[in-house]
Protein backbone atom coordinates (compact mmCIF):
# COMPACT_ATOMS: atom_id res chain seq x y z
CA UNK A 1 0.00 0.00 0.00
CA UNK A 2 1.54 3.14 -1.14
CA UNK A 3 -0.06 5.49 1.12
CA UNK A 4 1.22 3.69 4.12
CA UNK A 5 4.52 3.42 2.58
CA UNK A 6 4.97 6.99 2.11
CA UNK A 7 3.33 8.29 5.43
CA UNK A 8 5.79 5.80 7.66
CA UNK A 9 9.07 7.16 5.33
CA UNK A 10 7.87 10.75 5.99
CA UNK A 11 7.49 10.38 9.65
CA UNK A 12 10.95 8.25 10.22
CA UNK A 13 12.95 11.33 8.14
CA UNK A 14 11.48 13.89 9.86
CA UNK A 15 11.29 12.09 13.38
CA UNK A 16 14.07 9.73 14.03
CA UNK A 17 14.28 9.61 17.74
CA UNK A 18 16.66 8.67 20.20
CA UNK A 19 15.19 6.78 23.49
CA UNK A 20 13.18 7.94 26.16
CA UNK A 21 14.26 7.41 29.37
CA UNK A 22 13.86 4.03 30.98
CA UNK A 23 11.57 2.96 33.05
CA UNK A 24 8.52 1.25 34.60
CA UNK A 25 9.89 -2.35 33.25
CA UNK A 26 10.87 -0.52 29.86
CA UNK A 27 14.45 -0.20 28.58
CA UNK A 28 15.33 0.50 25.38
CA UNK A 29 18.82 -0.44 23.07
CA UNK A 30 19.82 2.53 20.65
CA UNK A 31 21.06 1.79 17.15
CA UNK A 32 23.93 3.14 15.44
CA UNK A 33 23.10 3.41 12.18
CA UNK A 34 20.96 7.00 12.78
CA UNK A 35 17.51 7.00 10.54
CA UNK A 36 17.42 3.28 10.52
CA UNK A 37 13.72 2.52 10.87
CA UNK A 38 13.56 -1.11 13.10
CA UNK A 39 11.06 -2.62 11.60
CA UNK A 40 10.59 -6.53 11.83
CA UNK A 41 11.95 -8.62 15.27
CA UNK A 42 12.33 -11.98 16.05
CA UNK A 43 14.44 -14.59 18.62
CA UNK A 44 17.70 -15.97 16.96
CA UNK A 45 18.76 -19.98 17.51
CA UNK A 46 21.21 -17.87 20.08
CA UNK A 47 18.72 -16.87 22.43
CA UNK A 48 19.42 -12.84 20.92
CA UNK A 49 16.99 -10.85 19.53
CA UNK A 50 17.50 -9.87 15.93
CA UNK A 51 15.37 -7.21 13.92
CA UNK A 52 16.35 -5.53 10.91
CA UNK A 53 15.61 -2.17 9.66
CA UNK A 54 13.67 -0.55 6.89
CA UNK A 55 15.88 2.30 5.83
CA UNK A 56 19.38 1.38 6.03
CA UNK A 57 21.03 -2.20 4.80
CA UNK A 58 21.62 -3.76 8.27
CA UNK A 59 20.50 -6.62 10.58
CA UNK A 60 20.58 -5.81 13.94
CA UNK A 61 21.51 -8.28 17.16
CA UNK A 62 20.88 -7.48 20.50
CA UNK A 63 22.44 -9.58 23.18
CA UNK A 64 20.16 -9.74 26.30
CA UNK A 65 22.07 -10.46 28.88
CA UNK A 66 24.94 -8.30 27.99
CA UNK A 67 22.92 -5.78 26.32
CA UNK A 68 25.23 -5.74 23.22
CA UNK A 69 24.08 -4.15 20.21
CA UNK A 70 25.70 -5.13 16.97
CA UNK A 71 24.61 -4.04 13.77
CA UNK A 72 25.90 -6.36 10.28
CA UNK A 73 25.67 -5.02 6.55
CA UNK A 74 23.28 -6.96 4.13
CA UNK A 75 25.32 -6.85 1.12
CA UNK A 76 22.31 -6.53 -1.83
CA UNK A 77 23.03 -7.13 -4.97
CA UNK A 78 20.39 -5.67 -6.52
CA UNK A 79 20.81 -1.43 -7.07
CA UNK A 80 17.73 0.53 -5.19
CA UNK A 81 14.68 0.34 -7.46
CA UNK A 82 13.86 3.70 -8.88
CA UNK A 83 9.92 3.88 -7.19
CA UNK A 84 8.17 6.80 -7.08
CA UNK A 85 8.15 6.51 -3.19
CA UNK A 86 11.38 5.66 -2.95
CA UNK A 87 13.28 7.29 -5.61
CA UNK A 88 14.86 10.50 -3.89
CA UNK A 89 16.18 8.96 -0.82
CA UNK A 90 17.04 6.14 -2.52
CA UNK A 91 19.41 8.66 -4.45
CA UNK A 92 20.54 10.21 -1.52
CA UNK A 93 21.37 7.55 0.37
CA UNK A 94 21.76 4.81 -1.79
CA UNK A 95 20.24 2.26 1.49
CA UNK A 96 16.94 2.21 1.42
CA UNK A 97 15.22 -1.30 0.77
CA UNK A 98 11.88 -1.41 3.13
CA UNK A 99 12.89 -4.75 5.17
CA UNK A 100 10.37 -5.41 7.37
CA UNK A 101 10.43 -8.86 7.76
CA UNK A 102 12.85 -11.23 9.89
CA UNK A 103 12.43 -15.00 10.85
CA UNK A 104 14.52 -17.45 12.30
CA UNK A 105 14.28 -20.72 10.16
CA UNK A 106 14.64 -23.84 11.16
CA UNK A 107 17.89 -24.79 9.38
CA UNK A 108 19.55 -22.69 12.30
CA UNK A 109 19.83 -19.57 10.44
CA UNK A 110 18.07 -15.69 10.38
CA UNK A 111 16.25 -14.69 7.83
CA UNK A 112 15.10 -11.22 5.85
CA UNK A 113 13.32 -10.85 3.63
CA UNK A 114 14.41 -7.84 1.68
CA UNK A 115 11.53 -5.08 0.71
CA UNK A 116 11.29 -3.96 -2.36
CA UNK A 117 14.71 -5.55 -3.74
CA UNK A 118 13.32 -8.63 -3.48
CA UNK A 119 16.06 -10.87 -2.18
CA UNK A 120 16.48 -12.99 0.00
CA UNK A 121 19.31 -12.41 2.83
CA UNK A 122 20.31 -14.70 5.91
CA UNK A 123 22.37 -14.73 8.68
CA UNK A 124 24.72 -17.46 10.38
CA UNK A 125 24.18 -16.62 14.36
CA UNK A 126 27.79 -18.63 14.72
CA UNK A 127 30.31 -17.15 11.81
CA UNK A 128 28.36 -13.68 11.28
CA UNK A 129 28.39 -14.35 7.72
CA UNK A 130 25.39 -12.53 5.46
CA UNK A 131 24.48 -14.10 2.89
CA UNK A 132 21.90 -12.66 -0.18
CA UNK A 133 19.88 -14.57 -2.83
CA UNK A 134 17.74 -13.82 -5.32
CA UNK A 135 14.47 -15.27 -5.46
CA UNK A 136 13.24 -15.69 -8.83
CA UNK A 137 13.67 -14.63 -12.40
CA UNK A 138 14.56 -10.83 -12.92
CA UNK A 139 11.08 -9.89 -13.57
CA UNK A 140 9.57 -11.41 -10.50
CA UNK A 141 13.30 -10.69 -8.74
CA UNK A 142 12.62 -7.12 -9.14
CA UNK A 143 9.11 -6.26 -9.49
CA UNK A 144 7.42 -8.75 -7.17
CA UNK A 145 7.40 -6.96 -3.80
CA UNK A 146 7.62 -3.44 -4.14
CA UNK A 147 4.36 -2.52 -1.74
CA UNK A 148 7.07 -3.01 0.16
CA UNK A 149 5.75 -4.66 3.51
CA UNK A 150 5.53 -8.34 3.27
CA UNK A 151 6.47 -11.28 5.41
CA UNK A 152 7.71 -14.65 6.19
CA UNK A 153 7.49 -18.13 8.34
CA UNK A 154 9.80 -20.83 8.78
CA UNK A 155 8.90 -24.18 7.30
CA UNK A 156 10.43 -27.38 7.82
CA UNK A 157 12.34 -27.40 4.75
CA UNK A 158 12.53 -23.45 3.59
CA UNK A 159 11.01 -20.04 4.64
CA UNK A 160 7.52 -19.19 3.14
CA UNK A 161 7.33 -15.48 2.42
CA UNK A 162 5.16 -13.40 0.52
CA UNK A 163 5.30 -10.80 -2.48
CA UNK A 164 2.95 -8.35 -2.17
CA UNK A 165 2.53 -6.81 -5.98
CA UNK A 166 3.05 -10.15 -7.51
CA UNK A 167 0.54 -11.55 -5.38
CA UNK A 168 2.66 -14.72 -5.05
CA UNK A 169 3.67 -17.00 -1.78
CA UNK A 170 7.06 -18.71 -1.84
CA UNK A 171 9.20 -20.56 -0.22
CA UNK A 172 12.87 -20.18 -0.13
CA UNK A 173 14.79 -23.74 0.37
CA UNK A 174 17.63 -23.54 2.90
CA UNK A 175 19.45 -26.52 1.27
CA UNK A 176 19.33 -25.14 -2.66
CA UNK A 177 18.55 -21.64 -2.15
CA UNK A 178 16.40 -21.85 -4.93
CA UNK A 179 12.70 -20.37 -4.73
CA UNK A 180 9.60 -21.52 -6.06
CA UNK A 181 6.20 -19.94 -5.89
CA UNK A 182 2.50 -20.06 -6.34
CA UNK A 183 0.10 -17.62 -7.18
CA UNK A 184 -2.79 -16.13 -4.73
CA UNK A 185 -6.35 -17.03 -7.12
CA UNK A 186 -7.64 -13.60 -6.18
CA UNK A 187 -5.68 -11.07 -8.68
CA UNK A 188 -4.32 -8.06 -6.96
CA UNK A 189 -4.78 -10.02 -3.59
CA UNK A 190 -1.80 -8.08 -1.94
CA UNK A 191 -0.44 -11.22 0.00
CA UNK A 192 1.32 -10.20 3.04
CA UNK A 193 0.83 -12.35 6.62
CA UNK A 194 1.63 -15.92 6.27
CA UNK A 195 2.32 -18.20 9.12
CA UNK A 196 2.36 -22.35 8.71
CA UNK A 197 0.12 -23.44 11.71
CA UNK A 198 -0.66 -26.92 13.10
CA UNK A 199 -2.88 -28.27 10.27
CA UNK A 200 0.27 -28.20 8.22
CA UNK A 201 -1.44 -25.77 6.08
CA UNK A 202 0.30 -22.40 4.93
CA UNK A 203 -2.69 -19.53 6.06
CA UNK A 204 -2.37 -16.04 4.34
CA UNK A 205 -3.77 -12.77 4.71
CA UNK A 206 -4.81 -10.94 1.65
CA UNK A 207 -4.96 -7.39 2.48
CA UNK A 208 -6.61 -6.13 -0.61
CA UNK A 209 -8.97 -8.41 -1.20
CA UNK A 210 -10.16 -8.78 2.15
CA UNK A 211 -9.61 -12.48 2.31
CA UNK A 212 -7.58 -15.29 4.47
CA UNK A 213 -6.02 -17.89 2.35
CA UNK A 214 -5.14 -20.91 2.94
CA UNK A 215 -2.35 -23.05 1.21
CA UNK A 216 -2.25 -26.83 1.25
CA UNK A 217 1.87 -27.70 0.32
CA UNK A 218 0.51 -31.50 -0.15
CA UNK A 219 -2.08 -31.43 -2.71
CA UNK A 220 -0.92 -27.42 -3.53
CA UNK A 221 -4.43 -26.16 -3.49
CA UNK A 222 -5.95 -23.12 -2.30
CA UNK A 223 -8.99 -22.12 -0.19
CA UNK A 224 -9.95 -18.59 0.55
CA UNK A 225 -12.37 -16.99 2.76
CA UNK A 226 -13.82 -13.61 2.66
CA UNK A 227 -13.80 -11.22 5.48
CA UNK A 228 -16.63 -8.76 6.79
CA UNK A 229 -15.75 -5.15 6.24
CA UNK A 230 -14.56 -5.08 10.30
CA UNK A 231 -11.31 -7.22 9.17
CA UNK A 232 -10.55 -4.72 6.45
CA UNK A 233 -6.98 -4.43 5.16
CA UNK A 234 -6.18 -7.94 7.42
CA UNK A 235 -2.29 -7.72 7.88
CA UNK A 236 0.12 -9.78 10.13
CA UNK A 237 -0.75 -13.25 11.15
CA UNK A 238 1.52 -14.33 13.74
CA UNK A 239 -0.41 -16.36 16.81
CA UNK A 240 -2.38 -19.46 16.98
CA UNK A 241 -4.37 -20.15 19.93
CA UNK A 242 -7.41 -21.73 20.81
CA UNK A 243 -7.35 -23.96 17.81
CA UNK A 244 -7.56 -20.44 15.75
CA UNK A 245 -5.27 -18.67 13.60
CA UNK A 246 -5.38 -14.76 15.00
CA UNK A 247 -4.47 -11.69 12.70
CA UNK A 248 -4.65 -7.86 12.69
CA UNK A 249 -7.09 -5.77 10.74
CA UNK A 250 -5.09 -2.29 10.03
CA UNK A 251 -8.21 -0.76 8.61
CA UNK A 252 -10.46 -2.39 11.41
CA UNK A 253 -8.37 -1.61 14.49
CA UNK A 254 -9.71 -5.31 15.42
CA UNK A 255 -8.30 -8.27 16.25
CA UNK A 256 -9.48 -11.01 14.10
CA UNK A 257 -9.36 -15.28 14.21
CA UNK A 258 -10.60 -18.03 11.96
CA UNK A 259 -11.26 -21.34 13.39
CA UNK A 260 -9.13 -24.24 11.94
CA UNK A 261 -11.53 -26.75 11.54
CA UNK A 262 -14.59 -25.05 11.70
CA UNK A 263 -13.20 -22.45 9.22
CA UNK A 264 -15.78 -19.76 11.61
CA UNK A 265 -14.05 -16.28 11.61
CA UNK A 266 -14.65 -13.45 14.57
CA UNK A 267 -13.92 -10.23 14.95
CA UNK A 268 -12.93 -8.37 17.85
CA UNK A 269 -12.56 -4.77 17.81
CA UNK A 270 -10.39 -2.68 20.05
CA UNK A 271 -12.03 -0.71 22.31
CA UNK A 272 -9.12 1.27 24.04
CA UNK A 273 -7.31 2.78 20.57
CA UNK A 274 -8.16 5.49 18.44
CA UNK A 275 -10.26 4.10 15.43
CA UNK A 276 -7.17 4.53 13.33
CA UNK A 277 -4.79 3.20 15.50
CA UNK A 278 -3.62 0.99 12.40
CA UNK A 279 -2.99 -2.54 14.70
CA UNK A 280 -0.35 -4.06 12.65
CA UNK A 281 2.33 -7.22 14.00
CA UNK A 282 0.93 -9.43 16.75
CA UNK A 283 2.59 -11.87 19.19
CA UNK A 284 1.37 -14.37 21.96
CA UNK A 285 2.78 -14.68 25.21
CA UNK A 286 3.18 -17.82 27.34
CA UNK A 287 -0.15 -16.08 30.02
CA UNK A 288 -2.62 -16.52 26.42
CA UNK A 289 -2.77 -12.69 25.55
CA UNK A 290 -2.12 -11.23 22.41
CA UNK A 291 0.32 -8.42 22.15
CA UNK A 292 0.17 -6.28 18.91
CA UNK A 293 1.33 -2.64 17.94
CA UNK A 294 -0.20 -0.03 16.73
CA UNK A 295 1.32 2.66 14.01
CA UNK A 296 -0.61 5.66 15.55
CA UNK A 297 -0.77 4.95 19.27
CA UNK A 298 2.50 5.10 21.02
CA UNK A 299 1.35 1.87 23.17
CA UNK A 300 1.69 -2.05 24.06
CA UNK A 301 -1.59 -3.68 23.38
CA UNK A 302 -3.16 -6.93 24.65
CA UNK A 303 -6.15 -8.51 23.85
CA UNK A 304 -6.89 -11.76 25.70
CA UNK A 305 -8.85 -14.27 23.87
CA UNK A 306 -10.24 -16.23 27.47
CA UNK A 307 -11.59 -12.61 28.76
CA UNK A 308 -12.70 -10.71 25.69
CA UNK A 309 -10.58 -8.01 26.69
CA UNK A 310 -7.84 -5.36 25.72
CA UNK A 311 -5.53 -3.41 27.21
CA UNK A 312 -3.13 -0.65 26.48
CA UNK A 313 0.06 0.27 28.28
CA UNK A 314 1.81 3.67 27.34
CA UNK A 315 5.21 4.04 26.09
CA UNK A 316 7.41 6.38 28.17
CA UNK A 317 8.31 9.70 26.28
CA UNK A 318 5.20 9.87 24.23
CA UNK A 319 4.42 13.51 24.71
CA UNK A 320 0.23 13.35 23.93
CA UNK A 321 -2.29 10.85 23.41
CA UNK A 322 -5.71 12.47 22.17
CA UNK A 323 -8.35 10.10 21.56
CA UNK A 324 -6.45 7.04 21.45
CA UNK A 325 -3.77 7.81 19.03
CA UNK A 326 -0.24 9.36 19.88
CA UNK A 327 0.91 13.04 18.77
CA UNK A 328 4.21 12.33 16.79
CA UNK A 329 3.76 8.69 16.80
CA UNK A 330 6.21 5.97 16.62
CA UNK A 331 5.16 4.24 14.00
CA UNK A 332 5.26 1.08 15.76
CA UNK A 333 5.40 -1.97 13.32
CA UNK A 334 7.58 -4.40 15.12
CA UNK A 335 6.13 -6.25 18.23
CA UNK A 336 7.69 -9.75 19.54
CA UNK A 337 7.38 -11.64 22.61
CA UNK A 338 10.45 -13.67 24.04
CA UNK A 339 9.72 -16.64 25.90
CA UNK A 340 13.39 -16.47 27.20
CA UNK A 341 13.47 -13.34 28.93
CA UNK A 342 10.05 -13.29 29.26
CA UNK A 343 9.39 -9.49 27.81
CA UNK A 344 7.53 -8.13 24.92
CA UNK A 345 10.07 -6.65 22.09
CA UNK A 346 9.11 -3.60 20.19
CA UNK A 347 10.14 -1.06 17.35
CA UNK A 348 8.95 1.98 15.37
CA UNK A 349 9.85 3.12 12.46
CA UNK A 350 10.09 6.41 13.37
CA UNK A 351 12.57 5.92 16.33
CA UNK A 352 16.27 4.75 16.45
CA UNK A 353 16.03 2.25 18.81
CA UNK A 354 14.37 -1.16 19.45
CA UNK A 355 12.37 -1.65 22.91
CA UNK A 356 11.92 -3.91 25.35
CA UNK A 357 8.95 -4.25 28.11
CA UNK A 358 9.70 -6.87 30.61
CA UNK A 359 6.57 -9.12 32.03
Request: net charge neutral; hydrophobic share 40%.
Amino acid sequence: MAWKSTLLLTLAATRSIAAPTALNGFKYYNLKTPLAAPCDIDTGPDGAIYADTFLSNKIVRIDPKSGVLTEYDIPYTLAPLPVPNFAALSAAQGRIAGSCVVRTGKDGKVYVATGIRNQMARIDPNTKVVEVFNTGDPVQNAFGDLQPFNDGWPGETGMWFTMTTAGKLCLFDYVTTKTKCWTVPTPGSGALGVQVASDKAVWITEMLSNKIGRFDPQTQTWTEYPLPATAALPTVIRVEYLGKIWFTSLAGNSQVSIDMKTKAIQVFIDDKTSPLALPNENTLDRQGRIWFSTITSNTLNTYTPTTNQFGAIAQPGTLLNVGGASVLPNGNIGMHYDNGTNAIWFAGLTTDYVGRYQL
